[in-house]
């Protein structure tokens, strides 16, 4: 599963084994002023629409990416029974081609707060 950490002024994931095979990358880091919302979701596999590129196990898991035709193009790497978090992000401003992430997490609650915290800082 996914790991997120705020680093300084950055959003910094990191993904494991499977997920990177299917993602192509090790990781992702954005700017924190490219985060638009955070949203902690207890089904994070309900939250990726669209046509796709990725693994999907229905109802289990989801990685890669959706919403390749009629976006919101979103990074997902969520699982059935973990909570997650949905992270909408200004796509210029990441620097990325993703306008969310949708991701399973441990500690979607904690990051949510620090996350939330930080963008009302910045308001």
Known sequence: MALM???GDRLVVEF????RM????DGLT???AAVRQVVPVGQPLREAH???KGLQISGATK???WGLVLGPRQLVAAYRGKPGLRVVLDRAASG???DELV??????????????AHLEQNR
């Open 103 to 116: 991701l399973s997490l441990d500690d979607a609650d904690r990051l949510a707060g620090l996350i939330g």
């Open 63 to 65: 990685i890669g990416t």
């Open 50 to 52: 669209g046509t796709r």
């Open 22 to 25: 299917w993602l192509r990358r």
């Open 96 to 98: 990325e081609e993703f």
């Open 5 to 7: 950490k705020v680093s």
């Open 16 to 19: 494991e084994g499977r997920e």
């Open 30 to 32: 954005v700017p924190l």
